[in-house]
């Protein structure tokens, strides 16, 4: 790997770690440059995982202050994370390298419209709080929806982010800070499962995952102070049309 490519990556780490912050999409910025550097699909999925496990263990320890006293509520949520991380991974594995080149643009473009659609966080939490879901509990299906989420995390993952916090804000009660802190372990859970199927199991390129995680770290310290200042809607907005750009372009790459 040259010096530049080295660079490109840490820079596309430091965007993706940004981007993460700001909209759930990450993998939008990070999984792209691994395939600008030269890595075929597979490769590069399973390298952005390798990498992405250094912003989860960032974004949680920046957030136990939220994780306070959420001990017993996490466990049956990290346990699905597992299990759906799991099989994710093991899908992507058994996925061949055509077919995966041929489900990428899908996702991407699905990921960015997901992201332009959803309503403010902040929204959904001043949603569910006037439905009082705080007073019954979380809902029962709030597992099974950390479960499949999860399983497409562990596939791919660009907007399971997005999907875990609206999941959260509208099933728990909870605000947006805690929701958030409780998005960060459990997809922290699960993209840590998929990233040691991949070690024991797949070729992850370590010469590029190194630069991208350290990118993606200090993107993850910079994400916050910038997001407190930034126009959110109009951000993910740019963000979500760059992703369906680039859902467009991958798609001409694979179909044409």
Known sequence: MSVWEFALLVLAGVGAGLTGSI????????????LAVGLPPVTANVTNTAALVLT?????????????????????LAAAAVLGGSIGAALLLSTPTEAFERIVPFL???????ILVQRPPRE????AAAA?????????????????????????????GVLMLATFLLTTGEGL?????????????????????????????WSAALPLAIGLFLGSLLGPRIVR???????????????????VHLGIDAYF
């Open 124 to 127: 959904l939490a001043a949603e």
């Open 177 to 205: 800070p805690r929701s958030n802190a409780m998005r960060n372990v459990v997809l922290g859970v699960a993209n840590t499962v998929a990233a040691v199927g991949f070690v024991l199991f797949a070729s992850i390129a």
């Open 229 to 247: 200042r930034a126009p959110q809607t109009a951000l993910r907005r740019v963000i979500a049309v760059a992703g369906l750009g680039l859902a």
């Open 23 to 34: 909209a759930g999409l990450a993998s939008l910025i990070s999984y792209p440059a691994l």
């Open 108 to 114: 991407i473009g699905g990921a960015a419209l997901t």
């Open 56 to 76: 989860g263990v960032g974004s949680v320890s920046a957030s136990r202050p939220e994780l306070e006293g959420q001990g017993r509520r996490l466990v049956p």
């Open 132 to 160: 009082g879901v705080h007073r019954h509990g979380d809902q029962w299906w709030l597992a099974p929806a950390v479960f499949a989420i999860s399983i497409y995390g562990g596939y791919f993952g660009a907007a399971a």
